[in-house]
Nanobody, 111 residues
Framework: QVQLVESGGGLVQPGGSLRLSCAVS????????VNWYRQAPGKQREWVAAISSDRTTMYADSVKGRFTISRDNAKKTVYLQMNNLKPEDTANYYCSLASSWGQGTLVTVSE
């Protein structure tokens, strides 16, 4: 069974940075893509970024150039480095692998 645990959220001012982590348990980590999603209050969940097993990365247009996804297979962890944060980035951020989801970590961008 795969379990995912996100961490690293918090309150940050506009223009600031945060790094989210997604720790994964289970032996399938190295062979699967991992996605980050976010859900703002009152809005639908949206896809943010993905990284494949060969470290190919993809980003939503809204975060391209500001966010960077990476993975450490030895630590079974995926990171989301978020720079130049904007108030519209405020959301709960979730990581997903196959059909498994974490519980989310809250990012709030505000003065």
């Amino acid at each position: 069974q795969v379990q995912l645990v996100e961490s690293g959220g918090g309150l940050v001012q506009p223009g600031g940075s945060l790094r989210l982590s997604c720790a994964v348990s289970g032996s399938i980590f190295s062979f699967n893509a991992v996605n980050w999603y976010r859900q703002a209050p009152g809005k639908q969940r949206e896809w943010v970024a993905a990284i494949s097993s060969d470290r190919t990365t993809m980003y939503a247009d809204s975060v391209k150039g500001r966010f960077t996804i990476s993975r450490d297979n030895a630590k079974k962890t995926v990171y989301l480095q978020m720079n130049n944060l904007k108030p519209e980035d405020t959301a709960n951020y979730y990581c997903s692998l196959a059909s498994s989801w974490g519980q989310g970590t809250l990012v709030t961008v505000s003065e």
